[in-house]
């Protein structure tokens, strides 16, 4: 009898070694609990809703609380590689938070993050505005401030609610893939979201200067200047930068 190449298998399913399945434990007992914080937070969320509460310090806003803070963020909401997320570190999603504040004091300023949650949940933390608002395709961002939230994707460039229309006074932007395409629709939003004298920050990749310098290239979107701010942007090879669109924007993050 001629053996086969099956006859040698012994009918058990191959064995990892340990150390690989401690690293698999760990990662699923990391995602584990960080669905059990996001299944938490749309409880709390309905719950606010249903009773209709507002406690101290609230948004001001029925029925919702205050937006958590980018460490809670980070734990609760993992990053969809397919939608190209990676989250800013803490530190400087609070810094750029701090910049923003400085450059549109006012309470009342209408400002837009799109494709931007770190940014937006550490603005919103620190410096809750009624008039904030986060375009993203990502729907789980609904959870956090259901007001604040707007549906946008980015291959539907002319689909947003008709009253943001003229209505910002700053965008903060990030763009999700690094590519000439995806800046274009940006922009064909941006052109009509943005007030005539809006200010433009943009956080991406340095390999998409010649891009940033064709495209962005007149008011309210440009001319854009690379700043000094340092980003901190996790898990990515490529340099990151920040542009202002801004007279004097180069010195934004200045230390």
Same mark, same amino acid.
């Given at each position: 009898?001629?053996?086969?190449? #099956? &006859?040698?298998?012994?009918?058990?399913?191959?064995?990892?070694?340990?150390?690989?399945?401690?690293?698999?434990? =760990?990662?699923? &007992?990391? /995602?584990?609990?960080?669905?059990?914080?996001?299944?938490?937070?749309?409880?709390? #969320?309905?719950?606010?809703?249903?009773?209709?509460?507002?406690? @101290?310090?609230?948004?001001? +806003?029925?029925? %919702?609380?205050?937006?958590?803070? *980018?460490? %809670?963020?980070?734990?609760?909401?993992?990053? =969809?590689?397919?939608?190209?997320?990676?989250?800013?570190?803490?530190?400087?999603?609070? #810094?750029?938070?701090?910049?923003?504040?400085?450059?549109?004091?006012?309470?009342?300023?209408?400002?837009?993050?799109?494709? !931007?949650?770190?940014?937006? *949940? !550490?603005?919103?933390?620190?410096?809750?505005?009624?008039?904030?608002?986060?375009?993203?395709?990502?729907?789980?961002?609904? *959870?956090?401030?259901?007001?604040?939230?707007?549906?946008? @994707?980015?291959?539907?460039?002319?689909?947003?609610?008709?009253?943001? /229309? $003229?209505?910002?006074?700053? !965008? +903060?932007? @990030?763009?999700?893939?690094?590519?000439?395409?995806?800046?274009?629709?940006? +922009?064909?939003?941006?052109?009509?979201?943005?007030?005539?004298?809006?200010?433009? +920050?943009? *956080?991406? &990749?340095?390999?998409? %200067?010649?891009?940033?310098? /064709?495209?962005?290239?007149?008011?309210?979107? $440009?001319?854009?200047?690379?700043? %000094?701010?340092?980003?901190?942007?996790?898990?990515?090879?490529? @340099?990151?930068?920040?542009?202002?669109?801004?007279?004097?924007?180069?010195?934004?993050? #200045?230390?």
């Amino acid at each position: 009898m001629i053996n086969s190449p #099956r &006859s040698d298998l012994s009918g058990s399913p191959p064995s990892l070694n340990p150390a690989t399945l401690a690293l698999l434990d =760990d990662f699923l &007992s990391s /995602k584990a609990e960080e669905e059990q914080r996001f299944q938490q937070l749309m409880a709390d #969320r309905e719950a606010g809703h249903v009773a209709g509460l507002q406690a @101290d310090g609230s948004t001001g +806003i029925r029925g %919702e609380k205050d937006i958590m803070d *980018v460490d %809670e963020y980070r734990l609760a909401f993992s990053e =969809d590689w397919q939608l190209s997320q990676f989250w800013y570190s803490t530190s400087f999603a609070n #810094r750029l938070a701090g910049l923003i504040g400085e450059i549109e004091p006012s309470p009342n300023a209408s400002i837009a993050f799109v494709c !931007a949650p770190t940014a937006f *949940v !550490a603005f919103q933390n620190l410096y809750p505005r009624p008039q904030t608002r986060l375009l993203e395709v990502d729907q789980r961002f609904a *959870v956090l401030t259901p007001s604040h939230y707007v549906p946008y @994707d980015l291959n539907e460039p002319d689909s947003f609610p008709a009253e943001l /229309k $003229g209505s910002f006074d700053l !965008a +903060i932007v @990030d763009p999700p893939f690094l590519n000439e395409v995806t800046n274009a629709k940006l +922009i064909q939003t941006l052109r009509q979201i943005l007030k005539p004298t809006a200010k433009l +920050i943009l *956080v991406t &990749s340095t390999s998409v %200067e010649d891009v940033i310098a /064709k495209l962005y290239d007149a008011p309210p979107l $440009g001319p854009m200047r690379k700043t %000094e701010l340092m980003v901190e942007h996790g898990q990515l090879a490529n @340099d990151f930068a920040c542009w202002g669109s801004w007279d004097g924007a180069e010195i934004f993050g #200045r230390q």
